[in-house]
T-cell receptor
Framework: DAGVIQSPRHEVTEMGQEVTLRCKPI?????LFWYRQTMMRGLELLIY????????DSGMPEDRFSAKMPNASFSTLKIQPSEPRDSAVYFC?????????????FGSGTQLSVL | KQEVTQIPAALSVPEGENLVLNCSFT??????LQWFRQDPGKGLTSLLL?????REQTSGRLNASLDKSSGRSTLYIAASQPGDSATYLC??????????FGTGTQLKVEL
């Protein structure tokens, strides 16, 4: 398996523009997480899906952020309009929830810079 | 609210040394604890996962222990190598599949 695949790897955009981050989880995994990492706040959970349904979106900063998971193999995180303070590395992670012995696997992340 | 703390925040050791990284958590009601490493500019790589019913897990030169009653986990790295240089994170999984990340230990192994 290729692991969790995220695209793009890097995104540079101007304030006010719409940004869409994409994630393909590992096949067979039924939980998907979106995280944001910054130097100041470390890793923060934005939203968690289980079986394509959003379970916990309490970490989504504000209405400018939205996430979808239309099927088991694809998820998007959208920021509209983007702001400089959204600059961070955004990680997607997936896991197969079957008992306790299930590891979490991370994608390589998307480095977002909003100018 | 679960809080996960890692000590030390940074560590620099000469190659070949055995070392211990510490992770403390405030809520012992966890399902499992996972250790990750993160290389600069890269994603997180899973190292070891310890279930709540287990005391330790081993993989190669790595050994992780878990003591739920005291709210502690340690990651032991034997015979450290420069390639071990990275940031190490412990993550607790609690109720509702909630993951709480530790503050991280930045390790540098010098030649």
């Amino acid at each position: 398996d290729a692991g969790v695949i995220q695209s793009p790897r890097h995104e540079v955009t101007e304030m006010g523009q719409e940004v869409t981050l994409r994630c393909k989880p590992i096949s067979g995994h039924n939980s998907l997480f979106w995280y944001r990492q910054t130097m100041m706040r470390g890793l923060e959970l934005l939203i968690y899906f289980n079986n394509n349904v959003p379970i916990d979106d309490s970490g989504m900063p504000e209405d400018r952020f939205s996430a979808k998971m239309p099927n088991a193999s694809f998820s998007t995180l959208k920021i509209q309009p983007s702001e400089p303070r959204d600059s961070a590395v955004y990680f997607c992670a997936s896991r197969r929830d079957r008992g306790q012995d299930e590891k979490l696997f991370f994608g390589s992340g998307t480095q977002l810079s909003v100018l | 609210k679960q809080e996960v703390t890692q000590i030390p925040a940074a560590l620099s050791v000469p190659e070949g040394e055995n070392l211990v990284l510490n992770c403390s958590f405030t809520d012992s009601a966890i399902y499992n604890l996972q250790w990750f490493r993160q290389d600069p500019g890269k994603g997180l790589t899973s190292l070891l996962l310890i279930q709540s019913s287990q005391r330790e897990q081993t993989s190669g030169r790595l050994n992780a222990s878990l003591d739920k009653s005291s709210g502690r986990s340690t990651l032991y790295i034997a015979a450290s190598q420069p390639g071990d240089s990275a940031t190490y994170l412990c993550v607790c999984t609690g109720g509702g599949n909630k993951l709480t990340f530790g503050t991280g230990t930045q390790l540098k192994v010098e030649l």
